[in-house]
C-alpha cells in the first residue's frame, strides 16, 4: 500500500498540481466550493423532507411546500450561484471587475439554460398568465452550462478590453460610474451571443449531451453487466466534469428504471421469490448496493475525511457526515472538490465499479435477492437494502461490504489528496507568520 501511495506521490501528484493549478480549473474550483454552505443548508431540508417514518412524514406533509423553499433557494438553484462564483474567481486573477464579471456571466447563464416560459391563458387554482422560469434548470443539472458560460462571459469581457471596445468616461467620474459604462459594450455583445446560440440556433447543452446518449438507451437497463457498468460510469464520469450525472442520464434511463422496478414488484406480487425476478439494474440496486453516501460512493471518503490530518478535510468530513449518512454527497463533490479533481476522481469512478461488478455476481448467484420495493433515497443503505430485498439480512451486510471495499479504495488516493492539503495549509500558515 505504501508503494502504490509513493506511485501516486510521484506519478499523479505532478500532473494533478499541473491541471490543478491553471488558471480556469482553478477558477472552477473556487467558484463551486464558493457554494458550500449553502449546499450544506440545503441537504439538511432534503433529509427533513424524505424522514422514512410515517408519523413524522405525515406531521410534515401540510407544511412541505413551505418546508421546501429553503432547499429550492439553495441547492434548487445551485448553477445560479455557481455561474457568479466562477466568473468572480476568474476576473479576479485577470484583475478584473469581479463584480462586472460576475453579472456578465449571471446574464448569459440564464440566457443560455432558464429561457421563460410563456403562460397566454390563466387557469384557475393553477397558473395565471404571465412568463415563468422553471427552477429547475437552475439546478446541478445545469452546471456545465454554468460552467461553460462563465468562462465565455469573462474571455469575451477580457478580450474586449484588451482590444479598447468600451465607452470610455471623463476623468473625475466615479470609478464604480466608470466600470459601468466600461461594460456597457460588452454586455451587449455577451447578450446578444448568447440569446442567439440559444434562442436563434437553439442550441441547448444539456439536451445535446441527452441526445449524444439515446443510442445507448437499449445497454443500460435489464440484466446486463456491461450496461450497468456503462450506466454507473457515465453517471460518475458527468459527475467529475462538473455535470449532474444522473440529471444527464434521467432522461434517457429513468423510464427503463422505472419499468425495471414495476415489474419486480408486480413478479413479487404475484408470488416470484426475491431470487427470481425479472430485473437486476434497477435504480434501487445502485442505490442501495453501489451509491452508499451517493454517487462514487462518498461516505467512504467522508470517512477517511473525518480521521485527516488536514483542518479543513477533517472539517468538511464531519460537516458531510450526517448528509452522507443520507445518501446526499453535494457537499463532499463540491467541496473536497472531487469535480476537476483528478486525484479523487479515479477512485471515485473505480470504486463503484468494482462493487456494481462483485454485487452483481452475488445477485445472479442468488446469495442476494434481486430489488423488489421503492424506497426514499434518504434511506440509511444497509437498512434499505434489508427492507428492499424482501427483508434480506445478506443484502444488508452486502452493502456493508462494499463500503469497505470502497473505502480500501479510496485511501491510498485520499492519502495523496491529504498530503497536498496539508503542503497547501503549511504554506498558507507560513505565509500568514
Known amino acids: 500500500m505504501d508503494k502504490f501511495v509513493l506511485l501516486l506521490e510521484e506519478k499523479i501528484l505532478p500532473r494533478a498540481n499541473i491541471i490543478g493549478s491553471q488558471r480556469h480549473m ?19 431540508f432534503t433529509i427533513l423532507l424524505n424522514l422514512p417514518i410515517d408519523s413524522l412524514a405525515q406531521m410534515i406533509e401540510p407544511y412541505r411546500e413551505i418546508l421546501d423553499i429553503p432547499f429550492r433557494y439553495t441547492v434548487g438553484i445551485l448553477s445560479l450561484y455557481a455561474t457568479f462564483g466562477i466568473a468572480s474567481a476568474l476576473a479576479k486573477t485577470y484583475n478584473l471587475d469581479s463584480l462586472i464579471c460576475g453579472m456578465l456571466s449571471l446574464l448569459a447563464f440564464l440566457v443560455t439554460a432558464a ?121 460518475t464520469f458527468f459527475w467529475v466534469l462538473g455535470i449532474h450525472g444522473p440529471a444527464i442520464m434521467g432522461p434517457v434511463i429513468r423510464p427503463f428504471w422505472d419499468m425495471s422496478i414495476a415489474e419486480n414488484m408486480d413478479a413479487f406480487q404475484a408470488g ?38 488536514s483542518k479543513y478535510l477533517k472539517s468538511l468530513g ?37 462493487t456494481t461488478t462483485f454485487s452483481y455476481i452475488l445477485t445472479v448467484t442468488e ?12 434511506m440509511i443503505s444497509p437498512i434499505a437494502a434489508w427492507i428492499s430485498t424482501d427483508w434480506s439480512i445478506a443484502a444488508g451486510l452486502l452493502v456493508i461490504v462494499n463500503f469497505l471495499i470502497t473505502l480500501a479504495i479510496y485511501y ?19 505565509t500568514a507568520d
Open 367 to 378: 446469495v442476494v435477492p434481486m430489488m423488489m420495493a421503492r424506497l426514499p433515497f434518504t
Open 115 to 235: 429561457p421563460p416560459l410563456r403562460v397566454f391563458e390563466e387557469v384557475e387554482g393553477v397558473i395565471g398568465a404571465g412568463r415563468y422560469i422553471n427552477i429547475s434548470n437552475l439546478s446541478s443539472s445545469s452546471l456545465f452550462a454554468a460552467i461553460v458560460t462563465a468562462i465565455l462571459s469573462v474571455e469575451i469581457y477580457r478580450f474586449l478590453l484588451e482590444k479598447d471596445v468600451k465607452i470610455k468616461m471623463p476623468e473625475g467620474v466615479p470609478p464604480e460610474v466608470a466600470n459601468s459604462f466600461i461594460a456597457l459594450i460588452p454586455a451587449a455583445i455577451i447578450l446578444v451571443l448568447f440569446w442567439v446560440i440559444r434562442h436563434i440556433f437553439n442550441f441547448d447543452i444539456n439536451s445535446v449531451l441527452s441526445t449524444i446518449l439515446m443510442p445507448l438507451k437499449d445497454v443500460l437497463t435489464g440484466n446486463s453487466l456491461f450496461g450497468g457498468l456503462l450506466t454507473v460510469f457515465l453517471i
Open 272 to 309: 416470484a421469490s426475491a431470487n427470481h425476478l425479472p430485473n437486476i439494474f434497477t435504480e434501487q440496486f445502485l442505490q442501495w448496493y453501489i451509491w452508499i453516501g451517493g454517487a462514487g460512493t462518498t461516505l467512504a471518503l467522508v470517512i477517511l475525511f473525518m480521521f485527516s490530518k
Open 26 to 44: 482553478l477558477a472552477i474550483r473556487k467558484g463551486i466550493i464558493a457554494t458550500l454552505p449553502l449546499t450544506i443548508v440545503g441537504s439538511f
Open 318 to 354: 464531519r460537516l458531510s457526515f450526517l448528509p452522507g449518512l443520507f445518501n446526499i454527497n453535494e457537499p463532499i463533490i463540491f467541496g473536497s472538490p472531487i469535480v476537476m479533481n483528478p486525484i479523487l476522481a479515479i477512485p471515485f469512478i473505480v470504486a463503484p465499479l468494482v
Open 412 to 430: 491510498p488516493f485520499f492519502k495523496v489528496f491529504e498530503k497536498q492539503q496539508l503542503d497547501k495549509e503549511r504554506t498558507e500558515g507560513s
